[in-house]
């Protein structure tokens, strides 16, 4: 059974940065793409990093230059470290694999940019 556990989020200042965790099990990590998405509130579920079991990564316009995506496959671990946090960043912030069984999430982290 695939489970995806996501920590790290809370109330944070604009300018300021979390870097956010989601510990993986049931997969065989180090051989899976591993994503971040968030949704906002009214909004739809939009990808915000990729990378790839090679560590080829990719970055939502809207977040390169700001946010660091890497992992830990010895702790079967993915990151997300978020820099310079604006308000329009505030989501649940979701890990996400495919398996041949379809999408995994996990539960979510809360992120919040006042300003």
């Known amino acids: 059974q695939v489970q995806l556990v996501e920590s790290g989020g809370g109330l944070v200042q604009a300018g300021g940065s979390l870097r956010l965790s989601c510990v993986a099990s049931?997969?065989?990590?180090?051989?899976?793409?591993m994503y971040w998405y968030r949704q906002a509130p009214g909004k739809q579920r939009e990808l915000v990093a990729t990378?790839?079991?090679?560590?080829?990564?990719n970055y939502a316009d809207s977040v390169k230059g700001r946010c660091t995506i890497s992992r830990d496959n010895a702790k079967n671990t993915v990151l997300l470290q978020m820099n310079s946090l604006k308000p329009e960043d505030t989501a649940v912030y979701y890990c996400?694999?495919?398996?041949?069984?379809?999408?995994?999430w996990g539960q979510g982290t809360q992120v919040t940019v006042s300003s």
């Open positions: 049931g997969i065989i990590f180090s051989i899976k793409t």
């Open positions: 996400n694999t495919r398996t041949i069984k379809g999408n995994h």
């Open positions: 990378i790839t079991s090679g560590g080829d990564i």
